[in-house]
DNA sequence: CCGACAATGATAACAGTGTCAACATAAGAG
DNA sequence: CTCTTATGTTGACACTGTTATCATTGTCGG
């Protein structure tokens, strides 16, 4: 008699690792905090703990590989709104606020992000990663007034970047309490000329 | 025959919690990601994991009681800036470089305090962190401009805070390399007029 | 088709962690 | 001096990341 059911569980997951990322992704998404646990991840995925180290070297691999996967998200995002809002002054606004809403609409992965990069050994692709960030800071830089020299457009990036960040970790941390309208007068305070 | 020395250490160390929190806050700076164990902890005080719990319900609180610690550090900080500095824009810009200087100066101390702050449960007297926080932000909103009105003095606090909040975190996170010129440059950008 | 081999999984164990219960010692009040 | 309270210790529990060893499956050459 044929098995109506594959048998339980095939001891094979076919593509575990995927289904790690995945779950794993979700599960640091529900929190606000992003916490994983092995043991509780393979849980989640019907599978011994040691399984994982088949596809991940170790723990920091795998947070480092869903970081990854955050800030391609986050990067995407970015040029979604850049795209979209087109240049100037206005563009560079809304790209701005883009950036702190996702932070605060995705408050465990915006912080899996930072924590995991500027660790000692991030153990992922440098290239990828390399890629990743330049793509966010791309999103970001794309909208700088044209009137400024090449020195003034990377200053003026890295405090548009600065600001944004600060604010979006500062309502992350419960500094300042998170209002739309707030942000906008904040990233609008911005203002750019050469002085 | 009386003992020479107090013979090897007193059941009682006279003032543990004090001690605790001081070579706890040594063995943080020590490192540049802020990671404290309570038995290592309780090995440097040559007492027992467990004496600690007499001092501090868990281990929460005692890494509150240390980022407080930290908090009290930064703010009389920016404090002695902003009395040093003077009020007006030069003023502003020397607390906002301050503020920079100090997280990479202390780069664990800064963190952990933005580790522990917009934890669920901050275990710490709310009255204390408020002053702390009150006092923090005090310093940076004491060199504002005088002509704005109230409104729109918060906002430029709270722009100003995210700026070099935001910027230090980045340095501290390895996404831009620390350079006190491009502080200068990047804080001075800040520009305040009512648009 | 079949056997060798690599890929992927499970089990058991180790060191380490935070935490608690029970017990031991010191200090202070009556 | 005794009783109480504060403080410190020992032993244990549940948990974690990690490793070594063994089991199962898929794959590829003959």
Request: hydrophobic share 45%.
């Amino acid at each position: 008699m044929l098995p109506i059911l594959p048998v339980s569980a095939p001891y094979h997951h076919g593509d575990l690792r995927a289904a790690a990322l995945q779950i794993g992704m979700e599960r640091i998404e529900d929190q606000d905090h992003p916490d994983l646990g092995l043991r509780a991840l393979a849980r989640d995925l019907g599978v011994s703990a040691t399984a994982l180290y088949r596809h991940f070297p170790n723990k920091d691999a795998l947070l480092d590989a869903l970081a990854l996967e955050a800030l391609g998200r986050l990067g995407a995002n970015q040029a979604r709104a850049a795209e979209a809002a087109g240049g100037g002054r206005n563009g560079f606004i809304e790209v701005g606020i883009t950036y702190v809403t996702w932070a605060v609409e995705n408050p465990s992965l915006f912080r899996l992000i930072y924590t995991r990069v500027g660790k000692v050994d991030f153990d992922c692709d440098p290239t990828e990663m390399g890629e990743a960030f330049m793509q966010l800071r791309g999103g970001i830089a794309t909208t700088m007034p044209d009137n400024m020299s090449i020195e003034q457009r990377n200053v003026a990036a890295l405090h548009a970047w600065s600001l944004v960040h600060g604010l979006a970790m500062l309502i992350l941390d419960g500094q300042v309490e998170y209002d739309p309208d707030m942000v906008r007068n904040v990233v609008v305070m911005t203002d750019f000329r050469g002085s």
